[in-house]
DNA sequence: GGGTGGTATTTAGTTTGGGTAATGAGTTAC
DNA sequence: GTAACTCATTACCCAAACTAAATACCACCC
């Protein structure tokens, strides 16, 4: 790992990388596939695709937001009939979140059109560029989730 | 360019790339270097240093942000002695918004930090890993930009 | 067994950062 | 010279997070 304080090159990167992130989130907020979900349910759906099932408190710490946000959020999910709530056969404190099979075929509804979005907005990069992108996707994903 | 909608990988990226960049987003958003600077406030900085002046609707075309949010973002800025505001030569309709020396102090002493943070985010990451990074950063930035 | 401290979730209330609609001033085209 | 358009602003609103406090439960120690 280089020095990525006092590493000039590296500053740059950083810089460059914080800015781009940030501006490109606000972007996507708003390419939604369903309007009546949120960004960040988008993304607990997306987790509990990956992991199965989870508790609320752990669903929190994935997505680095507070308990209450969870709360709130899987209510609104369970809402909608995109998530099950069980509660936790060992601990009656807890509850176990799982996704249902809706949600599983709104994810890949949501897929199809989340790509159609940015790839039409990649079309403006050449075939390079892209190629360093897709390389970097895992890689910012094991970032944001260090 | 490739097919980004159909080719099975490059549509894997694109998921991959959506979640990493919103995440990391929501976790950017809390790190700061002025408590009392939102994080739209800071890329509007970043903006003026790279651009040296705009009016706020172009400000507010690039951060792809509407109008009304630019003219108070602006106005905090400048109670805040970041930016300066002055008419503009040619159509009085329209200011010229600019950094003051201060802001370039303060976006100085962000990048420090900010750097900080990430760097030691980016300890989990091995030297491969982060120069993949450090190479997709430009591409990323100029696709938020596209 | 009962008290004590710690943890999971929830409730209530607040802040924040953005959006839309409507207004006023200034410019451009006809 | 007026009609149509553009830039910035004002007023109001809404969504999605947060903090603090309440509730329910577990685990440990005596």
Redesign the interface.
Known sequence: ??D??HDG???A?????????????????HQRVDESLS??EM?VL?TLARCGSATPGELARK???QPPSMTRIVALLEAKGLVRLEPHPDDRRQKRVSQTEQAEAMLAES??K???W??H???????D??E???????????????
């Open positions: 790992m280089p990525l304080i090159d590296s500053a990167a950083v810089s460059s990388l914080r800015s781009a992130v940030m501006l490109l989130g606000r972007r996507l907020k960004p960040t993304s997306g997505e680095h937001v897929r199809t989340r790509n159609a940015l790839a907005l990649a079309e403006g990069l050449d075939e560029e892209w360093t992108l897709r390389a970097a996707a895992p890689v910012l994903e094991k970032l944001a989730h260090l």
